[in-house]
């Protein structure tokens, strides 16, 4: 499985589902330095590539904050205050500030953040679960429906029962095919 098929959903759900159940059980895709810079590069689009060392510790503590958050939110109830508060102070630590220049033909102004490599990427990763969490849409987040699924996804359309059509959904088919016609 590549990143591709595990990213594409608002970033707190992406990162939230970096943690994922298989038959072995609960998995989490984040064992490593090398495999947090494969999610950002995966990520790129939405995260800043950072330009040193960043503590993969710091990234699934926050990760457990915005989960936690989230799972409360999504079914209308209140966030643990200490995922709340994770996700504000983690967001102080590298305030988001716009930097306005002249590029030769018009002013353009960037979005930076001073800090450490590590604040950098937790900061932004707290910003956007922030958005989110105040997003009335964040009642419509669901769990997938595949028998040892626990990806969460912002379906499109009230028919989407599953992360994927092509991992769960397909599993779900053959397995059902398979039950309509054995012996």
Sequence with gaps: MSWTDLIGEPLPLDLINTVVTDADGEKDLLPSNDALREWITAEQSRLTMPEGPVSVEAVRTLRDHVAAAVQSARLGERPPNSALEAITSTQRAAPGYRAVVWDGS??????????????????????????????????????????????????????????????????????????????
């Design 106 to 183: 018009a002013v353009t102004a960037t979005l930076r953040r001073d800090g450490s490599p590590t604040e950098v990427l937790l900061a932004e990763l707290a910003e956007a679960t922030a958005v989110f969490l105040a997003d009335p849409s964040i009642t419509k987040i669901r769990q997938c429906e595949g028998p040892t699924c626990r990806q969460l996804f912002l379906p499109a359309t009230a028919r989407r029962r599953w992360c994927s059509p092509a991992l769960c959904g397909n599993r779900v088919r053959v397995a059902r095919y398979y039950q309509n016609h054995k012996g």
